[in-house]
């Protein structure tokens, strides 16, 4: 056994169902309090909420797609290791590139809301600022530890969905209808356009519940635990999405909800002013619904990143785990100091874009992968199925092959710049990481063995535990 595989058997199976649906829900939850109102002012109220409900079709689907697919390979390269077993390396590569992507980019969108609600009680302090305390105190939780950080994001994540409830009582007898439904009758201002330029940021509400799968490695009982935490985190998710849209742009109208980079605490102050208590609250308190998501968004960065390097795609130095904490601490560190440098150059709802680009890439190859792995290897043990299968991957495959194209309509330079980036890491892989595989890491050694292993179907036997007979 190399030494390189001795390393990667160290993360700690520490984590729950209620750790679970804690991070799944708490890496979300941030899209309530920022980013799902830029795309408001071609779509309306309506028009979002039509996004937002076949957003949510997409998102459900999905995560009872992962939730098959992570108990047959509980391992940290989740979508990467998904991708690898049923299409190869390369879309295996592309895969886990749009997932890093995805997560690097989120993280900035996110300390840059930090930032607007911190300007909000006090305008003096600078985003940036606020953005490179953020990295600096969460990228050292996580090298401190995985139990830890799950303990601080169940505190963060109970206060973030008390004062969402909050809002929900204080704010739904006060909603004016003609917000949501203008007498007008311009109900969707930018039309069948203005309803697809939405989807990204209607993804925003949902967008990470798929990230569970990567801390299979650190969960205790995958096979039962992982599906629970998807199922619940993401139901809990579409509940939230219908009552914050509705309430925050029935308070404050489409015009403030637009521009606003403190959304929900600039709708309650559209109708009670800026010094009421609860507006207060939401922009103090309400904060850690940002660094709820925040803190999970640094954990799935730096487990993809993890991945990917001990299997040799990125240069394994990003793989190199603290001695005594047993985290991947060089995963932690660099893409956080690419994400601060995000911050300064660009405005989040471009970001966004960028974002939700690499998520559905990632999307796409898992929902292939389902149908690829029901057909290829029919006999792998599956403690969970996919309800209604095909027809559930199907459904989500299609939803996100439309919403990639969202962005073209959003913004056609992000759009390009999107395709640039997978061009670029096509031309690295061919060129580079190809030739650098570590044939011991899991996703890798149990996909190379995929021919030759032999799966008992009665058998209650995992995946790693078929590798090691």
């Known amino acids: 056994m190399s030494s390189k595989k001795d390393e990667i058997i160290v ?9 679970l649906w804690t991070i799944g829900v708490g890496i979300v939850i941030s899209g309530n309090y920022f980013g799902w109102n830029f795309g408001l002012s071609q779509s309306g109220f ?10 949510a079709i997409m998102y459900l689907t999905m995560t009872l797609g992962i939730s098959e697919l992570s108990t ?9 290791s998904f991708a690898r077993r049923a299409m190869g ?3 295996g590569f592309i895969t886990g590139v749009g997932v890093v992507l995805q997560y690097v980019i ?7 809301g930090i930032g607007g609600y911190i300007s909000f009680l006090f305008p003096a302090v600078p985003t940036v600022v606020a953005a490179a305390f953020m990295y600096a105190l969460f990228m050292g939780v ?3 530890g995985i139990k830890e950080y799950a303990t601080i994001e169940m505190v963060l994540v109970f206060i973030a969905l008390g004062l969402l409830v909050l809002m929900y009582f204080v704010g739904l007898p006060q909603i004016n209808v003609g917000h949501l439904f203008p007498e007008n009758g311009d109900l969707i201002p930018g039309g069948f356009k203005g309803i697809w330029s939405a989807l990204p940021y209607a993804m925003w509400l949902f967008l990470a519940i798929e990230m569970l799968p990567m801390l299979s490695e650190e969960t205790r009982d995958v096979q039962k635990d992982m599906p629970k935490g998807l199922i619940s985190g993401m139901v ?3 509940i939230l999405s219908i009552l914050t849209t509705t309430v925050a742009i029935g308070l404050a109208g489409i015009d403030v909800m637009t521009v606003a980079e403190d959304p929900l605490p600039a709708a309650i102050a559209a109708v009670f002013g800026n010094t009421y208590w609860l507006a207060q609250i939401l922009a103090s308190v309400g904060l850690v619904g940002l660094i709820a998501s925040f803190s999970g968004v640094i954990l799935a960065y730096s487990r993809q990143v993890y991945a990917l390097s001990r299997a040799g795609y990125l240069p394994s130095m990003l793989s190199k785990m603290h001695k005594k904490r047993q985290t991947p601490y060089m995963a ?4 956080g100091f690419i994400g601060l440098v995000l911050v300064i150059l660009f405005n989040p709802d471009d970001l966004i874009l960028i974002s939700t680009f690499g998520a559905l890439v990632s999307y796409i190859t898992m929902n292939l992968s389902v149908l690829i792995l029901r057909k290829k290897e029919p006999h792998l043990v599956r403690t969970f199925k996919t309800p209604l299968y095909p027809f559930t991957p199907i459904v989500s495959l299609v939803l996100a092959v439309i919403a990639i194209f969202a962005s073209f309509f959003a913004n056609l330079t992000f759009f390009i710049v999107c395709l640039a980036v997978f061009a670029v890491a096509t031309i690295y892989y061919w060129v580079w990481a190809r030739h650098h595989i570590n044939e011991d890491a899991p996703e890798e050694r149990f996909a190379k063995d995929a021919a030759t292993v032999q799966v008992e179907v009665q058998a209650p036997v995992s995946p790693i535990e078929a590798i090691r007979e």
């Open 332 to 335: 932690i560190i660099l893409p």
């Open 72 to 80: 047959m390979l509980p391992y940290a390269g989740g979508p990467y």
């Open 11 to 19: 993360l700690k199976k520490a984590l729950t169902p209620i750790h």
């Open 142 to 144: 996580h090298i401190i």
């Open 46 to 55: 309506l028009g979002m909420l039509i996004a937002t409900l076949f957003m």
């Open 89 to 91: 390396r390369y879309i």
């Open 106 to 112: 989120a993280a900035p969108i996110i300390a840059i």
């Open 236 to 238: 809990t998710l579409l």
